[in-house]
């Protein structure tokens, strides 16, 4: 089992920069796929980012491509989501997931946190 708890989530202007964080324990963290996911109000939750148990690949939904930069550092057991340039269309409640899937297009997400609200105002 892996326990995970995101941070960083608050109300910011249009343009402007967030960095959501999302704690992790349980589980060794340095051997798991890490992904962010979003939802919005009235949609399905998507994918957003994902990064490799080394942090050596990262793979990005086109929405966010160039905005947003997923890092993570293991030795503190954190996943980070960097997000810039931020638009009224990024509002959602964000997710970090957990998975032991090594392919991050189609990895299989088993863990998730409780989300952290991102409010972007134009």
């Known amino acids: 089992q892996v326990q995970l708890v995101e941070s960083g989530g608050g109300l910011v202007q249009a343009g402007g920069s967030l960095r959501l964080s999302c704690a992790a324990s349980?589980?060794?963290?340095?051997?798991?796929?890490m992904g962010w996911f979003r939802q919005a109000p009235g949609k399905e939750r998507e994918f957003v980012a994902a990064?490799?148990?080394?942090?050596?690949?990262?793979y990005y939904a086109d929405s966010v491509k160039g905005r947003f930069t997923i890092s993570r550092d293991n030795a503190k057991n954190t996943l980070y989501l960097q997000m810039n340039r931020l638009e009224a269309e990024d509002t959602a409640v964000y997710y970090c997931a957990a998975s032991i899937d090594l392919f991050l297009r189609t990895a299989a997400y088993a863990h998730w946190g409780q989300g952290t609200q991102v409010t972007v105002s134009s």
């Open positions: 990064i490799s148990w080394s942090g050596g690949s990262t």
């Open positions: 349980g589980r060794t963290f340095s051997t798991l796929t």
